[in-house]
């Protein structure tokens, strides 16, 4: 059974930071995409980057945070990060972990219970 375990979430005033944590039971290695997700009150969930674990990863951001966040991960720790700098009130929402496993048949995605990040002054 894979856990993921998101932290790191909170208050914070516009224009500050947060740095979001996914740390999972197992390698992340065994998955091929991570990523963070997020979902506001009465909106709908939401892409917000994403990361390849393989040699040379590589990342994507939705246009709303590029240049703001930042995604990261740690393998030693089985670790992925989201650096959130700069932050906005439209930025509050509850961020979610995804990790991904791709085979030739079929998609299978875990997910994480949710951190909520609220930026309000």
């Known amino acids: 059974q894979v856990q993921l375990v998101e932290s790191g979430g909170g208050l914070v005033q516009p224009g500050g930071s947060l740095r979001l944590s996914c740390a999972a039971s197992r390698s992340i290695f065994s998955f091929n995409v991570m990523g963070w997700y997020r979902q506001a009150p009465g909106k709908p969930r939401e892409l917000v980057a994403t990361?390849?674990?393989?040699?040379?990863?590589?990342?994507n951001y939705a246009d709303s945070v590029k240049g703001r966040f930042t995604i990261s991960r740690d393998s030693a720790k089985n670790t992925v990060y989201l650096q959130m700098n700069s932050l906005k009130p439209e930025d509050t929402a509850v961020y979610s972990c995804?990790?991904?496993?791709?085979?030739?048949?079929?998609?299978?995605?875990?997910w994480g219970q949710g951190t909520q990040v609220t930026v309000s002054s």
């Open positions: 990361i390849t674990n393989d040699g040379s990863p590589t990342t």
């Open positions: 995804r990790a991904r496993v791709l085979t030739i048949m079929t998609t299978k995605d875990y």
